[in-house]
């Protein structure tokens, strides 16, 4: 079964910073774009951060300079450091992977930037 995990979200002040991990079934990993969205309370579910196998990355405008994602190929996992966290960064953050046939998504976890 192809399974996606979530881990480190939490509450940090504004300013602060959180590093998510998501670990991914060593079938797919090898072959999936990774990428991490984000789900805010009354807001569509929004691209934060992709990276393909061969490690190229893109993030959306409103996290560049503060967000780094990153792949681990010899643990199956894709992380997401997020520094100089804002309120508006709160949501519900997904991981995600996508190859030719299949599309996973992962259970989800809360980051919640508030003082």
């Known amino acids: 079964q192809v399974q996606l995990v979530e881990s480190g979200g939490g509450l940090v002040q504004p300013g602060g910073s959180l590093r998510l991990s998501c670990a991914a079934s060593?079938?797919?990993?090898?072959?999936?774009?990774m990428a991490w969205y984000r789900q805010a309370p009354g807001k569509q579910r929004e691209l934060v951060a992709t990276?393909?196998?061969?490690?190229?990355?893109d993030y959306v405008d409103s996290v560049k300079g503060r967000f780094t994602i990153s792949r681990d190929n010899a643990k199956n996992s894709v992380n997401l450091q997020m520094n100089s966290l804002k309120p508006e960064d709160t949501a519900v953050y997904y991981c995600?992977?996508?190859?030719?046939?299949?599309?996973?998504w992962g259970q989800g976890t809360q980051v919640t930037v508030s003082s």
């Open positions: 990276i393909t196998t061969g490690g190229r990355t």
């Open positions: 060593r079938s797919i990993f090898s072959t999936a774009a």
């Open positions: 995600n992977a996508k190859t030719n046939i299949l599309v996973v």
